[in-house]
Nanobody
């Protein structure tokens, strides 16, 4: 059974930073972070495809967020800088795409495995 465990969420003031971590049990090539704001669908925030090493970001976070992983490929990180109140939400780690495509990385239905989520709250 595949396990994912997020950590690092919390409360921060606007302009601050947080670093999320996701410990994974299996080295799937497709890895992503999503977020969900109450009442909305999950939104793809960032993804990394370990085969190519390419990373992908939502327009709303480009230049502020960075997805990365450790050398052992067991932890995925999301460094979040210059946070705003619009970044508030539950952040989920996702793993294992059904079919990888750089054009659909942001679609939640593409991923097989999900963590429980970690809450990020940004106050203005």
């Amino acid at each position: 059974q595949v396990h994912l465990m997020e950590s690092g969420g919390g409360s921060v003031q606007a302009g601050g930073s947080l670093r999320l971590s996701c410990d994974i049990s299996d080295p799937y090539a497709c890895r992503a972070w999503f977020r969900q704001i109450a009442g909305n669908e999950r939104e793809g925030v960032a993804a990394i495809y370990t085969v190519s090493g390419n990373t992908y970001y939502a327009e709303s976070v480009k230049g502020r967020f960075t997805i990365s992983q450790d050398n052992a490929n067991k932890t995925i990180f999301l460094q979040m800088n210059s946070l705003t109140s619009e970044d508030t939400g539950m952040y989920f780690c996702a793993l294992g795409c059904r079919e990888w495509s750089p054009y659909t990385w942001y679609q939640a239905t593409r991923y097989k495995y999900w963590g429980q989520g970690t809450q990020v709250t940004v106050s203005s």
